[in-house]
């Protein structure tokens, strides 16, 4: 997708009700293609390498026309549907693929102390990378970074924290025996905000073998302590509903659900399905 039709797209959107183009990475969908667009709909599709699945993005103004264009495209994710809009997909042989919540943490003043653990360099890029990549499929929305990720996210070159100038970018290891198993990636956002700067935990991820023994808490503590220390009042992150060891953490840190709102991720039905 070249910058003019990226400009396009951007501008285009606008004339749509409902759109899943809200935090699109446009460095990351380069290679889709603009496979549909007029008064009812735009939908642009590709192959997402760092997810290793088709996806399509999409822009409307009704849900049968969401329906009418996308059950083409077998097996691809759809993001950002509409609570009300779920119950009808199912029927029609959407299934659901990741349910994000945001949950909130609006103090960190009591965290002050920590273990001290590793601000990691670029050195230290595939090994961070291996590590989250060792914890693939232990929830439906969880990924991995790659190593090119790991590096953007270092040198303050990732998207999402150009978006929101974000500050004070890192990413923390803890290691057993000289061995990293576990990392965190936190960033701080929102000096303007009348609430105060943000602490963003991006992503935490410990190997599978060391799972079960408090890293990732003591993980998540030395992140709010570094919040903390940098001037951030409070802490966002997000996590898929059926995360349940990781939401069990979180609540234990003092994080809260916003139940209010969430993002609804869905695939199209499989292509044997959709021919039945």
Not at 121 to 139: F, G, H, R, V, Y
Request: net charge negative; hydrophobic share 35%.
């Amino acid at each position: 997708m070249d910058l003019i039709t990226r400009e396009n797209i951007r501008k285009k959107v606008q004339m749509y009700t409902y759109h899943a183009f809200h935090y699109v990475d446009w460095d990351e969908i380069m290679h889709f293609e603009l496979v549909h667009i007029d008064h009812e709909g735009l939908f642009v599709y590709g192959f997402r390498k760092d997810h290793h699945i088709h996806e399509l993005i999409w822009a409307v103004n009704h849900l049968n026309t969401l329906i009418h264009y996308s059950k083409h495209y077998p097996n691809a994710l759809i993001s950002f549907i509409p609570r009300d809009w779920k119950d009808e997909l199912i029927k029609h042989g959407y299934h659901e693929y990741g349910v994000i919540r945001d949950y909130w943490l609006n103090d960190l003043s009591s965290f002050h102390e920590s273990p001290f653990l590793q601000q990691l360099t670029i050195i230290d890029a595939q090994e961070i990378s291996d590590i989250t990549k060792d914890c693939l499929m232990l929830s439906r929305e969880f990924h991995g970074e790659s190593y090119h990720d790991v590096i953007a996210w270092i040198t303050h070159q990732d998207y999402y924290l150009q978006e929101v100038k974000a500050r004070d970018t890192a990413i923390f290891g803890y290691r057993v025996n000289d061995h990293l198993v576990g990392v965190i990636f936190v960033s701080i956002y929102g000096d303007s905000s009348p609430r105060g700067p943000v602490l963003w935990v991006r992503e935490i991820a410990v190997k599978r073998d060391y799972q079960g023994q408090g890293i990732g808490r003591k993980l998540m503590k030395h992140a709010l302590c570094y919040g903390n220390q940098k001037g951030a009042r409070r802490s966002f992150l997000a996590a898929d509903d059926l995360n349940h060891s990781a939401i069990h953490l979180y609540i234990s840190m003092g994080y809260t659900p916003n139940l209010d709102e969430e993002q609804i991720d869905m695939m199209t039905p499989s292509e044997k399905r959709d021919k039945q």
